[in-house]
């Protein structure tokens, strides 16, 4: 009866350490591909003028609203503009992905 219980916990543990290898050596091989797939071919960006047009779109949208309140997070706001016109224009340039 003793041996029963260190039995289990023998199995238990060997099952935990090997799914917990198991898993490390997984996420190990996705990063690997993922790296060696973006070396081999990078995902396209946009141009650096390109970029800042849309900074510029952005900024100037966000700053001609009008805002009664001093409370605005007006970054959080341009930030979001700015994600969105990226991926619009990415879209136009490339396609969907």
Request: hydrophobic content about 45%; aromatic content about 20%; proline content about 3%.
């Amino acid at each position: 009866m003793e041996y029963l219980l260190g039995y289990t916990a023998f199995v238990f543990c060997f099952f935990l350490i090997g799914t917990l290898v198991l898993y490390a050596i997984e996420e190990i091989l996705v990063v690997a591909f993922e790296a060696l797939k973006e070396y081999f071919y990078p995902t396209p960006k946009l141009s650096e003028e390109e970029a800042n047009k849309i900074y510029k779109e952005a900024s100037d949208f966000v700053h001609s609203k009008h805002r009664p309140w001093i409370y605005d997070d007006t970054f959080a706001e341009y930030l979001a503009l700015v994600h969105e016109l990226s991926s619009k224009r990415w879209n136009e340039l490339y396609g969907k992905n």
